[in-house]
Structure formats: C-alpha cells, structure tokens
C-alpha cells in the first residue's frame, strides 16, 4: 500500500502514547486511560503495521507477544557473576553481617538500603544503544537461559530507554514475580485443564518464564522488579539508593517499599514494620534484603564463592504449623473435577485459625503418603488457601482415604482420563456443577448479580426451580418467597439485579459461560475480536487463534464448547432471555462526552465498576488520578489524597446524587 506522509508520524505518536500509557500502568500503576481507550489506539498502531510492514520496529509496543515458540532455550553467559545471598534467619544473624561489615570497612556505623525481598526468579535484562537486546535468567550464576523473547512480554520491561540513557551496555537485575491473584488464577485454569498446580507463585512465575511459548508467558502477567543496575557489566552509580532512582527513571519498576537506614538499627524496624505488613501485598515477600549504600565499600567487602559480603536476606519465618488431619471429604467443582479437602483440628497460623486445607488430587495425596488421623505440617501464605507440606507423624489409628467411585452429591460414576491427575463426575447436570456454574455465572466480576451466595444457590437447585443458569432470567416473585431467608424486599432486589444482569457486556457473558480456559481476560479478548457471539460461535479454530494470546489449545476448547449441542441449548436460551450478544460499541453523544471523572473513596449505591460502566457508556471516561484534565471527582466515604489533589487543583468535586443525575436514569 502506498504510504501517505501521515503514516510514519501517526505509528510515531501512537508509539509514543502507548508507551508512555504502558508505563503508567504497568510500572507506577497510576493509569490515566482506560483499557479500551489503550485497546483502541494498540488496535490503530496494529492496523497500520499491517499495512506497512517495512515500518515494524523490534521495538514497537505491537511487538511484545508474537515470538515463535522454540525448541529449548540457548545458554548465554552473564556479564559478571550473578550470585546469590546468604541468609540470615534472626537478629543474631543480622548483627552478625553488621558486625562483620564494620570490621572489615573499619566503619562505627554503616549506611544500609533495606528492600522486600520479592519471592520469584532473578533475571538480567541488557540494552545495547537503548533497545532491548536479551534477557537471561540467573541460571548458575555465570551462565543463564536466553529468555529473551519471553521478557518482551512483560510490560513492566521496557523495550527501549529513554534517549537519556547512558551509552553501552546498560543491564537491570531483578525479580520476575507473580502476584498472588495471578497465581490463583493461572491455578484455577489450569485445573480446568486437569493440569497439575504450581505450589506457589514463585514456581508459577518460573514456568511462565521457562516456557518455550512466548504466548504462554503472555497470558501470564509477570511483573519485573528491578534491583540492580549495570554498565558493562559492573554495578553503576555510587550509592545504591540513588541506583535505585536511576532504574526508575529509566523506566523500570522499581518497588516502593524501601529504605536508607543509617546503621542497622532502622533495617531493623523495617524488617518488624513489614513482618506482619506484607501479607496484605499483592505478591509474596519472604523476608528483606539488607545492602550496603555505598558501591565503593561494596568493593571493598568484596565477595565469597557464593555470595556478596556487602548484603545479607533477611528471611522472614515461614507461617506454618502442626496440626491433625480429622477428615477427608471431596468437593465437585463446576467441571465436576473432584477436589480432596483435608478437615484439620483447627490451629493458628499467623494469627487466622485453619481448619480446612486443599489436598488438589489423588497424586497428591499419595505423594504426601498421607492416611485421615495423620498430624501434618501446613503452610499458608497470603490469602490462599493453606495447603499440607508433609506428614509429621502417622496417626495411631490412621486409615487411608480412599477417593469415591460415584460422585459423592449425584452418584454418577467418576472417571479418570488417560493423563489426567483429576476425577470428574461425568453426570452434566450434577447439582454440585451447577450451583458451582450458578455461583461462576453469578460472581461480581461476571454477571454481578448480588444476592446470590451458597445458601440462596443451594435452595434454587435443590427445589428444582433453577436446572440452568438460563433459568434464572425466567424466576418470578412467588417461587421465590417461599424460599429461606427470602423476604419481600429481597426478592424484588434480586429479581431487580438478575434483570439488570441483561444488560452486562459480551465479555462478561463470554466468561460467565464457563467455557475450559476462558477466563475473564480471554473472553475480553474475545469479545473485542469477534464483536458478536455469532461470529465467535462461527468462527473456526484457524480463525479463533488469529486473536492475541489466544493458542491452539484455547482455540480448540472454545472450539469444541461452541459445538456442543447442550451448550448451543444454553446459549439460545440466554438470548431469549434478552441477554447481549453484541459487543457494544462506545455510545458517541452521550451526555458526558469527553469529560474525564475519578472515583475516590466508597460510594454507597454504587459500586466503582457500575459508576465507571455507566460513565463509560454515556461517553465519558475514569482515571485513576486527578489532573487538570479531570472534569469531576466524586467522592464517596472516607475519599482520600485524590480529593486533597482535587482541591489544589480546583477542579469540582461532586457526591454520589450529583453523579447520579449527571447519569441521568
Ligand atoms: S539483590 C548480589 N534484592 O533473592 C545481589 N535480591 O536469596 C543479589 N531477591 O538471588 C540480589 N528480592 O533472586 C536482591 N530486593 C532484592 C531481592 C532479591 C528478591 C532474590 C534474588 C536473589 C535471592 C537471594
């Protein structure tokens, strides 16, 4: 196609926009767009590459997943060793490694930068001329595995520096981390596919990282913490707490949780401050990494075979402890997968009684060599669900458990596919899937029809009145009444939100049906590729697969859903309930066209994702910080800084009544 003089300039700014928007996000998570405002510009850039390939850059933003998957990753060298540290688990320890450093610097008293130390893998990112020309994870220490194509993926990696940037090889170390929602839900899907499950977040992020399918890694979210800066191979700067500075400003996440502390004492305070702190993180931190400000007296100290002398982890005690299996029951999840449960005599655990810890499958029961009436060693870390490290002793009077034949809520048989590690019920209307699919339907993120928990679910299922979630849209006040804890007010409420629910987007659709490996960020993908749910139901696998990050095997699970008769069923039944089967498109003229709002503090009638879909739909748009630019805040309960921002900058703040009648009805 011939090229107009614009084009060059447009894939320019675009580049620029997206960039500076990526970096937002992905590193100050401080957005200033929403994600379909960021779709619709990378969407613009994707087009008019595809139009003039000749102007592809390695390093243009479109650029991040597309890799080609590989036959084994090729072995690089470092730039100069990557060792690791040595720990310390008390206090003792650490006046030790104090100690020790006085000695040797002939220092009373020596600067320290305490960090989090983030648990995950380490990796080096090198940029040569400003692009980003490999990755390597640490491997040994001197010779690691060439990543590359996988790091490009996660967008807290640059692709380029700033024109600013010091010439050479400029190289970042840091740690590639999973957050803990992410791990759950990289988890959930892969017990869907009746994978097994990573243990924790740290192996989770090790095998997106080491996977041969960039788009694997894509599909993952890693985040990049950087910790380290290079030139040439030899740590850069004089100070470390200004190296730290220097990785920010050249656009690398850098985490905020740090401190200079003049001697060891204010490391101290920061290792208590965080001991309990942490576990509200949205990643897991196992202790604290403790260094020495000065690069010049890092030299000095110098290293041993394995570690550096001038730093010292700090790792926190693992929250863990004894207690006695009572029982093991089975759950049936809305695959009819079939989950042991172990029923422990309650204990505490960093402060939070467990009585319940998952077993995942039969495999791991017997990896475990773990019989009901065993005393166990559990673990928990962060919200997830505690889970058994291992037997301590083997009860007394222990009795094996011994997975059932039938399903233990229908009685249908269970089978065992060839590979597989789960057991599912193979009964389709097992009431246990479908209060499980009712509930998946249901959740906030999906449908968001509140007013549906465990005990309302149960009662639809068990008197016959709901056999599939369509179902629900043709509920009337009278079967409701009878039901527990059902009242008047209650049910109009809810018949209300189930009603409201007709009106939720595709993509929310498209992840409350449930199909194997679609989860919400894929049906989101879906929805803004195919547009329609005919067209995505017509598509082929060939076609499915042209959507980003969406492999041969999502493509043949979807595939294989959509044709399947019962499913067909479903869907049929959902669009003579009314629901949406078109992807809207963002209402042009709407009352609040092009005006910016941001959301601070609690509303009390709506919720932050209603407020800000309903904004969206009447053309305006949500931010996440207040600039000149913003048109409103509103502010609900206990509204914060941003509303201190708003004040200084003059620009309105409104209450929740005024946003309702901006909105109108
Ligand atoms: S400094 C020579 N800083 O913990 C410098 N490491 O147990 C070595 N880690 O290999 C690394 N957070 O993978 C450093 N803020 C942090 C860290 C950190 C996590 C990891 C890193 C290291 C391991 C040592």
């Given amino acids: 196609m011939a090229r107009?003089?614009?084009?060059?300039?447009?894939?320019?700014?675009?580049?620029r926009e997206l960039e500076r928007h990526e970096h937002l996000y992905y590193v100050l998570d401080r957005p200033e767009i929403t994600d379909a405002e960021y779709d619709a510009r990378m969407a613009r850039l994707r087009e008019l590459e595809a139009q003039h390939p000749e102007l592809v850059t390695p390093d243009s933003p479109t650029q991040r997943v597309g890799g080609k998957p590989r036959e084994g990753f090729v072995r690089v060298p470092h730039t100069s060793s990557m060792l690791s540290l040595d720990n310390a688990y008390n206090e003792g320890e650490l006046a030790d490694f104090d100690r020790r450093v006085r000695e040797l610097t002939g220092l009373d008293q020596v600067d320290y930068v305490a960090e989090l130390?983030?648990?995950?893998?380490?990796?080096?990112?090198?940029?040569q001329d400003g692009r980003l020309t490999r990755a390597i994870t640490r491997g040994d220490g001197q010779v690691g595995e060439d990543v590359t194509d996988n790091a490009r993926t996660i967008r807290s990696v640059p692709l380029h520096l700033p024109a600013a940037a010091p010439a050479?090889?400029?190289?970042?170390?840091?740690?590639?981390?999973?957050?803990?929602?992410?791990?759950?839900?990289?988890?959930?899907?892969?017990?869907?596919?009746?994978?097994?499950?990573?243990?924790?977040?740290?192996?989770?992020?090790a095998g997106a990282l080491r996977v041969l399918e960039p788009r694997i890694t894509a599909s993952r979210r890693l985040l990049f913490y950087a910790y380290q800066w290079l030139l040439d191979g030899r740590s850069a700067g004089e100070?470390?707490?200004?190296?730290?500075?220097?990785?920010?400003?050249?656009?690398?996440?850098v985490n905020p949780h740090r401190r200079l502390c003049p001697g060891l004492g204010g490391a101290l305070e920061f290792i208590h401050e965080w001991e309990e702190k942490r576990h509200a993180q949205a990643y897991e931190t196992d202790g604290v990494v403790i260094k020495v400000n000065e690069l010049a007296l890092q030299q000095r100290l110098g290293w041993t075979a394995k570690a550096p002398r001038w730093a010292i982890a700090y790792k926190y005690a693992a929250q863990q402890a004894v207690t006695t299996v009572l029982d093991i029951d089975v759950q049936v999840g809305r695959t009819g997968t079939l989950t042991p449960v172990a029923h422990l005599d309650p204990v505490q655990v960093g402060g939070v009684t467990v009585s319940r810890a998952t077993l995942h499958n039969?495999?791991?029961?017997?990896?475990l060599a773990l019989e009901i009436g065993d005393q166990v060693l559990i673990e928990r870390s962060g919200d997830v669900i505690p889970k058994v490290v291992r037997v301590e002793k083997p009860g007394a009077e222990r009795r094996p458990f011994v997975m059932p034949s039938e399903c233990p809520v229908c009685g249908t048989r269970v089978v065992r596919q060839p590979g597989e590690v789960a057991w599912r019920c193979v009964n389709t209307d097992c009431p246990a899937r479908l209060k499980e699919s009712i509930l998946h339907f249901t959740a906030r993120r999906v449908m968001n029809i509140d007013g549906l928990g465990d005990v309302m679910v149960n009662q639809l299922v068990d008197r016959g009145l709901v056999r599939s979630v369509s179902d629900l849209y043709s509920l009337t006040q009278e079967q409701l009444l009878p039901l527990d804890r059902m009242g008047d007010k209650l049910a109009t409420k809810l018949l209300h939100n189930i009603d409201a629910s007709r009106r939720a987007s595709l993509d929310r659709i498209l992840s409350g049906l449930g199909i194997p490996m679609v989860g919400e960020r894929t049906a989101a993908i879906l929805a803004r590729h195919f547009g329609s749910l005919d067209r995505l139901m017509a598509a082929s696998a060939e076609e499915l697969e042209r959507a980003e990050e969406v492999g041969p095997r999502v493509a043949e699970?979807?595939?294989?859903?959509?044709?399947?008769?019962?499913?067909?069923?479903?869907?049929?039944?959902?669009?003579?309930?009314?629901l949406q089967f078109e992807q809207e498109m963002k209402r042009a003229g709407g009352e609040?066209?092009?005006?910016?709002?941001?959301?601070?503090?609690t509303l009390s009638g709506l919720s932050r994702e209603?407020?800000?879909?309903?904004?969206?739909?009447?053309?305006?748009?949500?931010?996440?910080s207040v600039s000149k630019k913003t048109r409103y805040v509103v502010a609900g309960a206990d509204a914060g800084s941003k509303l201190d921002k708003a004040r200084q900058l003059g620009v309105e703040v409104i209450d929740e009544a005024e946003l309702r009648r901006l909105l109108g009805p």
């Fill in 557 to 578: 699970s979807i595939h294989s859903f959509f044709a399947e008769p019962r499913n067909q069923d479903l869907i049929e039944r959902l669009r003579k309930a009314g």
């Fill in 239 to 253: 100070r470390h707490w200004d190296a730290l500075q220097t990785l920010a400003d050249l656009g690398f996440k």
């Fill in 117 to 127: 130390k983030l648990d995950g893998l380490s990796m080096a990112v090198h940029y």
């Fill in 4 to 15: 107009s003089a614009g084009v060059e300039q447009e894939i320019a700014r675009l580049r």
């Fill in 610 to 624: 209603e407020a800000t879909e309903r904004i969206e739909a009447a053309g305006g748009k949500v931010t996440g």
């Fill in 592 to 601: 609040l066209d092009g005006m910016t709002f941001v959301l601070t503090g």
């Fill in 168 to 205: 050479g090889l400029v190289e970042a170390r840091g740690e590639v981390i999973l957050a803990r929602s992410e791990f759950e839900r990289v988890n959930h899907e892969r017990e869907e596919q009746n994978l097994p499950q990573f243990a924790n977040p740290r192996n989770a992020a």
């Fill in 362 to 367: 039969e495999d791991e029961i017997a990896r």
